[in-house]
Nanobody, 117 residues
Framework: QVQLVESGGGLVQPGGSLRLSCAAS????????MGWYRQAPGKQRELVAR???????GYADSVKGRFTISRDNAKNTVYLQMNSLNPEDTAVYYC???????????WGQGTQVTVSS
């Protein structure tokens, strides 16, 4: 059974930081591309950041220079360090695991991030 469990969300003031974690089980984690997506109320889910099995990185323009994605294959965990948060970053953040060769795609349950004073 595949599980992706996010943690680290919460309420933070503008300019603050949060670190999200996503622990994976039931998959060969090291071969998967891992991503963080977010969905704000009334908006479509959007890609925030992704990291391939080889370590290649990709970011949405809106978070470049502020967010950093990383992975620890020994811990089957992917992280999202979020700095300089602003209210526009408020959303539910979802972890995603994708392995296109097997057409495998899995989602976590999401963690709420709220940026407000």
């Amino acid at each position: 059974q595949v599980q992706l469990v996010e943690s680290g969300g919460g309420l933070v003031q503008p300019g603050g930081s949060l670190r999200l974690s996503c622990a994976a089980s039931g998959i060969n984690f090291s071969i998967y591309t891992m991503g963080w997506y977010r969905q704000a109320p009334g908006k479509q889910r959007e890609l925030v950041a992704r990291i391939t099995s080889g370590g290649s990185l990709g970011y949405a323009d809106s978070v470049k220079g502020r967010f950093t994605i990383s992975r620890d294959n020994a811990k089957n965990t992917v992280y999202l360090q979020m700095n300089s948060l602003n209210p526009e970053d408020t959303a539910v953040y979802y972890c995603n695991a994708e392995f296109s060769v097997f057409r495998s795609n899995y989602w976590g349950q999401g963690t709420q991030v709220t940026v407000s004073s």
